[in-house]
């Protein structure tokens, strides 16, 4: 039996778009398989699909998730995010600029990406950071942490 979880991500339809896009965010990620939607056994309604790409299984900094074009039923929101422990603020930077694209959505190190995943830029040492005085009225006054303000 598999000890491990893997994180199901449901697009609309842009999972193949978005998979690239976090491939070439992230050091030491790949694309493991794709499937595609059969040509039998569809629907109707559902036979536009056929041929398409349904699931893509990928690792980010090796940790596996697969990514699902299933329709626009479902989105992401803040409920599920995913933490990015960086060694400094030059790392904290990158991911930034390569990840918010949705302004009001960031505080205190959360960002959200094109694509509506939730995501949480933080200092791999932020509990140690966060044992200094004042640490917490500091970060709520963040949007990008900023290390240098703790």
């Known amino acids: 039996m598999s000890k491990n979880i893997t994180p199901n991500l ?8 978005a998979v690239d896009f976090y491939v070439s965010v992230f050091p030491d990620s790949k694309i493991v398989s794709t499937t595609n939607y059969p ?3 569809l629907a109707d309604f559902q036979k536009e699909l056929a ?3 349904l699931t893509i299984e990928f690792e980010l900094m090796g940790n596996r998730f697969v990514a699902i074009n299933a329709g626009p039923e479902f989105t992401f929101n803040e409920s599920i995010s995913f933490s990015i ?3 400094d603020q030059a790392e904290i930077d990158y991911y930034w600029e390569k990840l ?3 302004r009001e959505s960031e505080q205190c190190g959360w960002c959200k990406d094109k694509y509506g995943l939730s995501w949480q830029i ?3 040492n932020m ?7 004042y640490a917490f009225s500091h970060l709520m006054e963040m949007k990008k ?6």
């Open 127 to 133: 509990e140690e950071l966060m044992t200094h005085p």
């Open 39 to 41: 040509y039998e056994g």
């Open 145 to 150: 942490i900023i290390v240098e303000n703790f």
């Open 51 to 53: 041929g398409k790409v």
């Open 85 to 87: 422990p960086c060694k």
């Open 100 to 102: 918010s694209s949705v």
């Open 122 to 124: 933080v200092p791999e």
């Open 10 to 17: 449901w697009f609309n339809g842009n999972a193949k778009e």
